[in-house]
């Protein structure tokens, strides 16, 4: 398997352009969502945890009652990658129009 390339300033700044509902905070693409309620929150975390297995590229985040943060950022790697940029659109993908920001 290729290992991960980090991407620069530059080009995160690019990509963030491209991410409506990501910001950087702490070296890692962020993203908080709130949803109506613990089961719409939990039903989300689902879906994208069945996508990043099958990437086998996986979040960190947190789930309190009816918000989900989110911070991506590829471990071997050292930062964020192409992995991270592709599973934040996942996640916006299955975010639709559930999930306001926080």
Not at 21 to 44: I, N, Q, T, V, Y
Not at 55 to 73: C, F, Q
Request: glycine share 8%.
């Amino acid at each position: 398997m290729e290992k991960a390339v980090r991407l620069n300033e530059d080009q995160i700044d690019d990509i963030l352009g491209t991410l409506t509902h990501w910001r950087l905070k702490d070296g890692k693409l962020h993203r908080e969502l709130r949803f109506a309620d613990f089961s719409e929150a939990f039903a989300f975390m689902t879906r994208v945890a069945l996508v990043a297995e099958r990437m086998d590229h996986h979040p960190d985040w947190s789930n309190g009652y009816s918000k989900v943060t989110i911070d991506l950022m590829t471990h071997d790697a050292g930062g964020i990658t192409r992995k991270d940029v592709d599973l934040a659109r996942a996640i916006d993908r299955i975010a639709g129009s559930g999930g306001s920001a926080a």
